[in-house]
């Protein structure tokens, strides 16, 4: 953990300035302007690595959601997106767009989590890879992406074709297709690439200025960040889904441990030290990244 305090980003922001991220654990993030809010994949519920493994229901924690949409400022959410349905990125999400009078954003897999929850289908908005759309200040471009392996093998493949009604096992929640989420202002470019896949050249015509970058289950550390970061020429990478996401939010931050290999990926990314820095983020504490100090 000493290594990744030594990188956390601690820009308070001025109220009003800037683009500021706040970081929930696991891929979920909210970025916000102080008039909009962004909120991609938030999951606060966790469950213990048995329930998950042996395939015992999972039921979102319905309060503790409340909770969090409280102190993120409900209010100012203006979309909940979800990058793919794999639990730990679309389980708590309709509980959120609902908290906070927002749509839920993603593939027909997400939307049927969110249908599953209870949403009508004036909450829910199908997005296209290519297509953008525009939410505040924000222009927000899905880019198809592909899953990391875990063990060998991309976890819970294949769709979810009808409404998925919570409580429901982690294999229920399935992958439902990948997107990296390009999320332009005009204070500055942040990429969203929150699973450690990649489709080969995706990024080849998108540039960013920051990367927020899941790095659980990765594949080769070098040939990742020569798709993702080096490719949209960022100058700060943020590494995400690096927590240890079986373990309640409340108890603080510890690092997924095993494959994380968190020490390996800061000296791989070192070697390019001259494209971009690598920067860390505080839990549940918003932190000003754009405009990108130069």
């Given at each position: ?166 409580p429901a096992r982690a294999r229920d929640y399935r992958l439902g297709g990948v997107f990296g989420i390009l999320i332009s202002h005009p204070e ?96 549940a504490r918003a932190v000003r990244v754009l405009p990108v100090n130069r």
């Amino acid at each position: 953990m000493d290594i990744y305090k030594a990188m956390i980003i601690n820009e308070t922001p001025s109220p009003g300035t800037g683009v500021t991220v706040t970081w929930l654990g696991t891929a979920g993030v909210l970025i916000s302007d102080a008039r909009t809010g962004i909120l991609i994949d938030p999951y606060v519920s966790r469950f213990g690595m048995a329930r998950v493994f042996f395939q015992r229901p999972l039921a979102p924690d319905r309060e503790l959601v409340r909770q969090w949409a409280e102190k993120l400022g409900k209010k100012k959410i203006k979309a909940v997106i979800v990058s793919h349905s794999h639990f730990d990125h679309s389980l708590d999400a309709p509980f959120f767009a609902r908290e906070a009078g927002a749509p839920l954003l993603g593939t027909e897999s997400t939307l049927n989590v969110g249908r599953g929850a209870g949403l009508k289908e004036d909450e829910l908005r199908l997005v296209r890879p290519g297509r953008p759309i525009t939410i505040g200040r924000y222009t927000i471009t899905f880019l198809e992406s592909a899953h990391g392996p875990v063990f060998g093998s991309v976890p819970y493949p294949g769709v979810i074709g009808k409404p998925l009604v919570p409580p429901a096992r982690a294999r229920d929640y399935r992958l439902g297709g990948v997107f990296g989420i390009l999320i332009s202002h005009p204070e500055g470019t942040i990429l969203h690439h929150g699973s450690a896949g990649f489709i080969p050249g995706m990024y080849d015509k998108t540039r960013a200025d920051i990367v927020l970058l899941g790095i659980a289950g990765r594949g080769d550390t070098g040939e990742y960040l020569r798709e993702v970061p080096l490719r949209v020429k960022a100058s700060t990478v943020i590494p995400v889904h690096l927590d240890n996401f079986f373990r309640p939010l409340e108890k603080g931050l510890s690092l997924l441990p095993g494959s994380l290999r968190f020490r390996e990926f800061c000296d791989t990314a070192g070697r390019y030290r001259s494209d971009f820095a690598v920067r860390t983020l505080p839990l549940a504490r918003a932190v000003r990244v754009l405009p990108v100090n130069r």
